[in-house]
């Protein structure tokens, strides 16, 4: 079973992610700034009328992924709303110094659960991408979103591979970035990967 996972900047290209043949959205605003959290009028609008899942990214701003704590209280209050909202799951992401914030995605993942949970792109970001997973497991994340490092999926294919083979069915690792309908099927087979994500998925 592969799962394509379209990104969504709206809630008219959510409702046609779901037409063409998603099994599930990763629903953002300002796409241009790699995501940021939606209002709640299109977080309710896409839960309410989608019958797919939506994952919901929280991130309060576009730029880097440390984050201080009034961003931090932010992204609790807009956990806590899409779980009032009723979704299928969320997407955070914080580093520190090029690790993980493990502090504050542990708050993050208290929050969230029983949400189902995505740590996004921040994981590029990170040296040790191996300790990163062990660290993810352990904090009850439910998958990685990642390019494995490099420009976009494709570039990172022997990485991506390599990490799916690490991670062994412990956490969901998600090719994303530069797929599209042409080499979604070629990245599956290749890096063993089951779910695989991208704004031309489908």
């Known amino acids: 079973m592969k799962l394509f996972e379209k990104c969504v900047g709206s809630y008219s290209d959510a ?5 063409l043949g998603a099994d599930r959205i ?8 790699g995501g940021t ?14 019958k797919i899942p939506a994952m919901v990214i929280i991130r309060p701003r576009g730029g880097n992924f440390e984050f201080s704590k009034d961003e931090a209280d932010i992204m609790i209050e807009d956990i806590r709303m899409c779980k009032e909202l009723g979704a299928y ?4 992401g914080a580093l520190k110094e090029n690790e993980i914030d493990l502090e504050l995605t542990k708050r993050l993942v208290e929050e969230a659960k029983p949400m189902k949970i995505t ?3 921040a ?3 990170i040296e040790d991408k191996k300790k990163a997973i062990d660290e993810l497991v352990d904090l ?9 490092g490099t420009e976009d999926a494709m570039a990172g294919k022997d990485v991506l591979k390599e990490l799916i083979e690490y991670a062994n069915d412990r956490i969901i690792v998600m090719p994303g970035k530069g797929v599209n309908k042409e080499n979604r099927d070629y990245l599956l087979e ?7 994500h991208g704004t031309k998925v489908v």
């Open 15 to 19: 409702a046609e992610a779901e037409i």
């Open 26 to 33: 990763e629903f953002c605003d300002n796409l241009i700034e």
């Open 37 to 50: 959290t939606p209002s709640y009028g299109n977080i309710k609008k896409v839960i309410n009328t989608l």
């Open 89 to 92: 799951g969320v997407v955070i």
């Open 119 to 121: 740590f996004h792109m």
């Open 123 to 125: 994981f590029d970001e």
């Open 140 to 148: 009850g994340v439910d998958r990685i979103l990642t390019k494995g």
């Open 190 to 196: 290749y890096t063993g990967a089951k779910e695989i």
